[in-house]
Nanobody, 120 residues
Framework: VQLQASGGGLVQAGGSLRLSCAAS????????LGWYRQAPGKQRELVAG???????SYAESVKGRFTISRDNAKNTVYLQMNSLKSEDTAVYYC???????????????WGQGTLVTVSS
């Protein structure tokens, strides 16, 4: 299983970006898909997560500005980021937790990260 993230880039404060992350491989289902971010000198933090049933949760710092969604048929998760601030600058990582494959178990996978830079 591999996760491929895309959509990062440079944007001015107040602008928008949409991140995508597609999981590839033979996958039966994925319990939770999420986005994390890591700013320079800081720990990785959870930005948003969404369950297979569509229940979403957000970090307080992004509530009302970011929207997470998923397409279960495509094993893809999206993060729509609006009203971006300079403090949103970070490398964004997608995560798939509870990935069920023909080989059994439920594994956890990370994408390679995509850089989001918000200029003020």
């Amino acid at each position: 299983v591999q996760l491929q993230a895309s959509g990062g880039g440079l944007v001015q404060a107040g602008g928008s970006l949409r991140l995508s992350c597609a999981a590839s491989g033979i996958i039966f289902s994925i319990n939770t898909l999420g986005w994390y971010r890591q700013a320079p000198g800081k720990q990785r933090e959870l930005v948003a997560g969404i369950t297979g049933g569509g229940s979403a949760s957000y970090a307080e710092s992004v509530k009302g500005r970011f929207t997470i969604s998923r397409d279960n048929a495509k094993n893809t998760v999206y993060l729509q980021m609006n009203s971006l601030k300079s403090e949103d600058t970070a490398v964004y990582y997608c995560n798939a937790a509870g990935v069920h494959t023909p080989w059994g178990g439920a594994s956890n996978y990370w994408g390679q990260g995509t850089l989001v830079t918000v200029s003020s």
